[in-house]
């Protein structure tokens, strides 16, 4: 997605606002102050402008709050929000790992379009209230409410990644059990949404429906290519399920000495060469692992006086899966606790560890090889 700036935190959520949101503002702020040029011609230019900014201000926290809504209910049933990003085509939020449940989807999903729908329906009510009032804030209202309520009515149309095509996933998945069938079934229905857009929005322009309607085409573009990354990585997870932990385990497991310094560069070559996790210990015994954010966190000035030893891990606390589970549920763990390496046990012995890193090469050679 590029560049985001972070602008804050809302009930511990980080919220960013990537750089290509900047055009939507620019480009809401010229088309309210535009139409204010026609529906109040003898407002001065800086009062059109001025109250397009700040209309367009507003439709940012419209959305913001239909992002919150979703990211609030997701923290309550259990699963981890990295963040809040809103972008050119509205906000995303990012959610550590998908629902397990199809229950728990259906609520993630629903409540956004349906807190964007009460928001302009009050909205409306408020605009009805002041509209002999005050003619600017009666022009804001009316925008901002029409804003809402079509940000609901839109994001609820069946196809994923919107919110209308998670609640067909969570309903198709309800009704089959499997999780895969409906994810297959609500991101092809994604990309013929999309396709249909884009369609709809170039023949729109080619009829003479101004050109704006192009903008119905990029949103359908985007739409489709969203739902195939979806597609493709739940078929990746879904590959993975018949591999077990075994065969991604890291094959030599090297033993770095309990007395090396943590600044030493074998130990950030062990490192590099691990995907960011190496084994303390000697004398065919392993005491702990090192890993790169454990590293992270001592300070440059005790690197030198800190041991290997010291600055480990302990075995016995270090998160761990069974050989033979299967490499999606390693991912899942992984995801849940926000770890990047697991260790792998045999009937309770050590046999290896199994890094994200590893995972993903062997994603990509999955890729490769699958037709
Ligand atoms: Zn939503």
């Given at each position: 997605m590029g560049a985001s700036i972070r602008v804050g935190k809302i009930f511990g959520i980080p919220i960013q606002?990537?750089?290509?949101?900047?055009?939507?503002?620019?480009?809401?702020?010229?088309?309210?102050a535009d139409s204010f040029s026609h529906s109040d011609p003898d407002w001065p230019a800086a009062q059109r402008w001025g109250v397009g900014?700040?209309?367009?201000?507003?439709?940012?926290?419209?959305v913001l709050a239909h992002e919150l809504t979703h990211s609030v209910v997701a923290i309550r049933k259990g699963i981890p929000v990295r963040?809040?990003?809103?972008?050119?085509?509205?906000?995303?939020?990012?959610?550590?790992?998908?629902?397990?449940?199809?229950?728990?989807?259906?609520?993630?999903?629903?409540?956004?379009?349906?807190?964007?729908?009460?928001?302009?329906?009050?909205?409306?009510?408020?605009?009805?209230?002041?509209?002999?009032?005050?003619?600017?804030?009666?022009?804001?209202?009316?925008?901002l409410a029409t804003i809402n309520i079509?940000?609901?009515?839109?994001?609820?149309?069946?196809?994923?990644?919107?919110?209308?095509?998670?609640v067909m996933r969570a309903a198709v998945w309800g009704l089959t059990g499997s999780y895969w069938r409906a994810t297959q079934v609500a991101t092809r229905s994604?990309?013929?949404?999309?396709?249909?857009?884009?369609?709809?929005?170039?023949?729109?322009?080619?009829f003479g429906a101004g050109f704006q309607s192009i903008w119905l085409a990029f949103i359908g573009a985007f739409l489709f290519s969203a739902a195939t990354a979806s597609y493709r990585q739940e078929r990746d997870r879904e590959r993975l399920k018949s591999y077990?932990?075994?065969?991604?385990?890291?094959?030599?497991l090297r033993v770095l000495p309990r007395d090396t310094p943590l600044d030493s560069t074998i130990v950030s070559e062990e490192l590099a060469r691990g995907g960011g996790l190496v084994a303390v210990g000697g004398e065919g015994r392993i005491d702990g692992v090192l890993t790169r954010r454990a590293l992270e966190r001592v300070s440059n000035r005790d690197l030198p006086v800190t041991s290997s030893s010291q600055g480990m891990i302990p075995l016995d606390s270090f998160p761990s899966v069974n050989h033979d589970?299967?490499?999606?549920?390693?991912?899942?763990?992984?995801?849940?606790?926000?770890?990047?390496q697991l260790a792998v046990r045999q009937h309770g012995v050590l046999v290896?560890?199994?890094?994200?890193?590893?995972?993903i090469r062997l994603v990509r050679a999955l890729r490769k090889t699958a037709t």
């Open positions: 606002i990537n750089y290509s949101w900047i055009f939507i503002f620019l480009l809401f702020t010229y088309v309210l900014a700040l209309t367009a201000v507003l439709f940012f926290l419209s963040g809040i990003t809103l972008f050119i085509f509205g906000g995303v939020s990012q959610l550590a790992h998908e629902a397990r449940r199809p229950f728990t989807e259906f609520l993630i999903a629903v409540v956004g379009p349906l807190a964007s729908v009460i928001l302009g329906a009050v909205l409306f009510g408020v605009w009805y209230l002041v509209d002999d009032v005050n003619a600017t804030l009666s022009a804001v209202l009316f925008f079509s940000l609901g009515v839109f994001n609820m149309l069946p196809g994923f990644p919107l919110d209308g095509g998670r994604g990309q013929v949404i999309g396709g249909l857009m884009v369609i709809g929005g170039v023949l729109l322009v080619v077990s932990v075994a065969d991604a385990v890291a094959p030599d589970a299967s490499i999606a549920d390693a991912l899942e763990q992984m995801e849940d606790d926000g770890l990047d290896g560890f199994i890094s994200h890193d590893a995972i």
